[in-house]
């Protein structure tokens, strides 16, 4: 994924095209077809079997509209979304949830529901790309607390992450590594649908590229047995 070569000028959408329709015909292709019982087979024997297909697909919808309008959404839009957007209230209602990073799984279930809801964080998601340029995604800061987890992936982020240097836990990533890292949290839960579907026996549909996340040093890319 190289996009150091992209001049601050230039649209946002020239950095991450993934999100233009890429992201969401391979996720859709992977789950269509699929029986409830497919759709949730879960095991223990693996870390990336704990969650369900369905419950990898919860994930990635949720976690768009937790980054781009939770993290974002308010610095980036101070007037109120672009017409054919939810709502705020909407989006504040989706992120309403017992349960830890997916939907509330009593009102959000349906494959077709979750991928509806897919569709809407990354038309978020495309509505700030069309807003911003290149040097804009790499300026715009947002602080976060780090919880021991990000140190792990400032080694797929190249440029954007920052720690203070007095307090360890505080951190300021940039709109750019938003975008990376969602990117990469895709093509991470997509390779786990893909590996729940081979340890059921079923055929993979599309080809993930082993970037990012997934191919920092140490990631578990386990496969079921044949």
Same mark, same amino acid.
């Given at each position: 994924?190289?996009?150091?070569?992209?001049?601050?000028?230039?649209?946002?959408?020239?950095?991450?095209?993934?999100?233009?329709?890429?992201?969401?015909?391979?996720?859709?292709?992977?789950?269509?077809? #699929?029986?409830?019982?497919? =759709?949730?087979? %879960?095991? &223990?024997?693996?870390?990336?079997?704990?969650? /369900?297909? @369905? !419950?990898?697909?919860?994930?990635?919808?949720?976690?768009?509209?937790?980054?781009?309008?939770?993290?974002?959404?308010?610095?980036?839009?101070?007037?109120?979304?672009?017409?054919?957007?939810?709502?705020?209230?909407?989006?504040?209602?989706?992120?309403?949830?017992?349960?830890?990073?997916?939907?509330?799984?009593?009102?959000?279930?349906?494959?077709?529901?979750?991928?509806?809801?897919?569709?809407?964080?990354?038309? #978020?998601?495309?509505?700030? =790309?069309?807003? %911003?340029? &290149?040097?804009?995604?790499?300026?715009?800061? /947002?602080? @976060? !607390?780090?919880?021991?987890?990000?140190?792990?992936?400032?080694?797929?982020?190249?440029?954007?992450?920052?720690?203070?240097?007095?307090?360890?836990?505080?951190?300021?990533?940039?709109?750019?590594?938003?975008?990376?890292?969602?990117?990469?949290?895709?093509?991470?839960?997509?390779?786990?649908?893909?590996?729940?579907?081979?340890?059921?026996?079923?055929?993979?549909?599309?080809?993930?590229?082993?970037?990012?996340? #997934?191919?920092?040093?140490?990631?578990?890319?386990?496969?079921?047995?044949?």
């Amino acid at each position: 994924m190289q996009t150091e070569n992209i001049p601050d000028e230039s649209p946002a959408a020239l950095l991450f095209p993934q999100f233009e329709s890429d992201l969401y015909l391979m996720i859709a292709s992977e789950v269509e077809g #699929l029986s409830a019982e497919q =759709l949730d087979f %879960e095991s &223990a024997e693996w870390g990336w079997s704990e969650w /369900s297909i @369905r !419950r990898n697909l919860s994930h990635m919808a949720s976690g768009d509209i937790r980054w781009f309008w939770q993290r974002w959404g308010r610095q980036l839009f101070p007037d109120g979304l672009p017409s054919g957007l939810p709502s705020p209230e909407e989006l504040d209602g989706l992120l309403e949830s017992k349960y830890d990073r997916r939907f509330d799984e009593d009102l959000y279930w349906d494959v077709d529901v979750l991928l509806e809801k897919l569709r809407m964080g990354l038309a #978020l998601a495309q509505a700030i =790309l069309s807003n %911003e340029t &290149a040097g804009s995604l790499r300026t715009k800061e /947002s602080e @976060r !607390r780090d919880d021991g987890q990000w140190p792990w992936f400032y080694a797929a982020h190249p440029t954007g992450l920052r720690r203070d240097s007095q307090d360890q836990t505080r951190a300021w990533l940039t709109l750019e590594v938003t975008f990376r890292h969602r990117y990469f949290e895709h093509i991470t839960h997509l390779y786990n649908i893909q590996r729940i579907k081979r340890v059921q026996g079923l055929t993979t549909k599309v080809k993930i590229p082993i970037e990012g996340y #997934l191919a920092l040093p140490g990631w578990d890319l386990s496969e079921p047995p044949e």
